[in-house]
């Protein structure tokens, strides 16, 4: 894999003041051919569109515009690379870092967030034909069985992948819980579970439904700190098998039960409803029968809590996310996700914003990920390795720049006048908690 160089890129070969929009050219590389006119225009317009982001676009054979003062550079390697960013800059960028085909000068990350604030100050500039040919197409959720080829295709990667860079106290793959930055992955993540356990109000005894468990950390957590026993759905057969073999060695069978089944098919009562990351994959429409699985679950005096990632406003998941990362995905925005509730007649009791949360998460997944690359490339290769090098960079991105949220809601049946009258309880450390 090329490593990212701290340099802004090669500057101009004379010494003079250049313009954020300025343009130079440098030695075209042995046996490449110059880029023409029309394609020098091109890139000079693309950096228009995107806002003058302190971004320097450099082409295959030297030509540059934005600043030579820029901290970061953008490479295109080859002609075609360039149209194929002109064509659906969403899809393109991914497919083209990939490949290593596009190159990245500087850090990664910060170069995302540059880039999502500026291109979405532009949005609404650009002209109607261009905003329809650069447009997302939306998805609004899968049937049973496109949502299980969905789920095996992220989620079934492989057990040892994932454990090189989640946590390895409850392995979790959701956004943790920092009340500190000086806690570990580890603390924040079992901070995290209390902090949804104590939302919930759990007591002894009670009966919990898990929709999406991945791999079982949550029910585990309930069983043996709260005394309270779990039936978790999920449809990932390598997470399910996971948990499985883990709840035995804890001595938990008799209290966690993991079902490889449909959210759809959830059945029995319970005292309280968690759905932890799950929501992501169900999309808008199918809303309705997730509320009508809690309905008729959940009992009048229970208590729900729903943990998803979130936008402020509707808006299609990135397309080359979609096709290469999350098949099949839908982040709702808050007034799509008050729709789940309003279908299930339930009362909002408690929405929590954890966005910044999660842009700590994704720092710690980041640095085990890239510390783990050698490991990972050999088991995939390197497309593979830089796919999810650029995927963690700009989720991570998306959460410092705002363009995703973390949205935690806890709700109750409509006539229910068993809820919380403070948040009081709440509030004391999680993390002591977590320790224990």
Not at 238 to 260: F, K, M
Request: hydrophobic share 40%; glycine share 8%; charged share 25%.
């Amino acid at each position: 894999m090329r490593r990212e160089s701290a340099q802004p890129g090669q500057p101009p070969t004379q010494d003079q003041q250049q313009t954020s929009a300025a343009a130079t050219t440098v030695a075209t590389p042995s046996g490449s051919r110059s880029a023409t006119r029309a394609e020098r225009a091109l890139l000079q317009r693309l950096h228009q569109l995107a806002g003058g982001p302190p971004v320097r676009l450099r082409l295959w054979d030297g030509f540059a515009v934005g600043s030579p003062a820029a901290r970061f550079t953008l490479v295109l390697n080859d002609r075609r690379a360039l149209y194929e960013l002109l064509r659906h800059p969403n899809i393109g960028f991914g497919e083209l870092y990939s490949r290593g085909r596009l190159e990245v000068h500087g850090d990664l990350t910060e170069l995302l967030v540059e880039l999502y604030r500026h291109i979405g100050r532009m949005r609404g500039a650009w002209p109607g034909w261009l905003t329809a040919l650069w447009r997302d197409p939306p998805r609004n959720g899968a049937g049973p069985g496109d949502a299980r080829h969905n789920i095996h295709r992220h989620y079934d990667l492989g057990n040892a992948f994932y454990r090189r860079w989640l946590d390895t106290a409850a392995m979790q793959y959701t956004c943790a819980y920092f009340e500190t930055r000086e806690l570990s992955l580890e603390q924040a993540q079992l901070a995290k579970l209390e902090h949804v356990c104590r939302k919930l109000r759990l007591q002894p005894g009670q009966q919990v439904i898990e929709a999406g468990c991945g791999w079982g950390g949550l029910a585990r957590y309930m069983a043996r700190h709260y005394g309270v026993r779990v039936r978790a759905w999920n449809i990932s057969r390598e997470q399910v098998a996971w948990a499985r073999e883990q709840a035995a060695r804890e001595g938990l069978e008799d209290r966690v039960e993991y079902i490889e089944d449909d959210y759809r098919n959830i059945e029995g009562r319970c005292d309280a409803f968690v759905s932890v990351g799950m929501l992501e994959h169900v999309g808008p429409a199918n809303y309705g029968a997730l509320a009508e699985a809690i309905d008729r679950t959940l009992a009048p005096g229970g208590m729900g809590l729903i943990h998803t990632i979130g936008r402020n406003r509707p808006a299609p998941v990135n397309a080359w996310i979609e096709k290469r990362i999350f098949p099949g995905t839908h982040v709702p925005s808050i007034t799509e996700l008050m729709g789940l509730f309003e279908a299930g007649g339930f009362s909002v009791l408690d929405v929590e914003n954890l966005r910044l949360h999660y842009a700590e998460t994704l720092r710690h997944w980041q640095a085990r990920y890239l510390a783990a690359r050698d490991a990972v490339r050999a088991d995939y290769d390197e497309e593979f390795v830089r796919a999810w090098t650029l995927y963690l960079a700009g989720a991570r991105a998306a959460f410092i720049a705002g363009t995703l949220q973390l949205f935690q809601v806890v709700f109750a049946p409509g006539d229910s006048n068993r809820v919380p009258a403070t948040r009081r309880d709440l509030y004391a450390s999680a993390a002591v908690r977590a320790d224990a």
